[in-house]
């Protein structure tokens, strides 16, 4: 099985060869990874190594960011992110759970130049503490150097749900659908489109929804991101 992103890779390897080497921003598609060389260190140079982190609480140790041969198409790895999540009994949902992010290195990357960021994706549950049926997976694009209104800057993202399985499954979301989440106190200076135009950072992030007092596992496998 071929997958599209590999195809159109190819043929820009090709355009490459055949007629000399040309600026990847101004290309139909960027892949920003396809893990294949099973390090965390992204395809595109413009992005730094990957890295794994806890949320809610931010010190929870069982985190781990891992590889796999699993992987849609057959490809070498895929990048594994593998969280157990414990929302302590207090009386109040916490939002614990983990993300997978990446950070611009070489500057803002301007993402309204593609209309879709694609990926291959699967999310199961760990035994023998099961994620609930509730828990909610995003992709978040950071814009650090955008401000609000104020003109304050902020840890400023943009973000949209993904739908997602325990079985590998290909994903492209419009950019465009791409939106602030609500808790976000002040809105972005210039909306969406400005923080599009200045995305610094690619997250991965699973919000467990776990009920108060409760654990549980989630793993989250993802490869192939690019941009379309």
Not at 6 to 25: K, N, Y
Not at 86 to 113: E, I, S, Y
Not at 190 to 216: E, K, M, N, W
């Amino acid at each position: 099985m071929v997958k599209r992103g590999a195809l159109r890779a190819g043929v820009l390897l090709a355009a490459c060869a055949l007629g000399g080497c040309f600026d990847a921003s101004t290309a139909s598609l960027l892949v920003i990874d396809n893990f294949d060389s099973g390090d965390l260190q992204p395809s595109d140079d413009g992005f730094g190594m990957w890295g794994c982190y806890a949320i809610n609480p931010k010190e929870n140790p069982n985190v781990s960011c891992s590889f796999s041969k699993d992987s849609e198409d057959g490809s070498a790895s895929s990048i594994v992110l593998d969280v157990t999540v414990t929302d302590v009994l207090d009386g109040l949902q916490q939002h614990g759970g983990a993300a997978m992010k990446t950070a611009a290195v070489k500057g803002p990357v301007d993402f309204t130049r593609h209309g879709r960021i694609a990926f291959d994706q699967k999310l199961e549950s760990g035994s023998p503490n099961s994620l609930p049926a509730a828990a909610l997976l995003y992709v978040e694009l950071g814009c650090s150097t955008a401000t609000d209104e104020s003109g304050t800057l902020h840890d400023l993202y943009v973000s949209q749900g993904v739908a997602y399985t325990s079985v590998w499954h290909y994903k492209a979301l419009t950019l465009d659908n791409f939106g602030p989440p609500p808790w976000l106190a002040e809105p972005i200076q210039g909306g969406t489109t400005a923080c599009l135009q200045h995305v610094d950072a690619v997250r991965f992030s699973i919000d467990a929804q776990l009920p108060d007092g409760t654990v549980g596992e989630g793993i989250l496998h993802i490869d192939n991101v690019v941009l379309e």
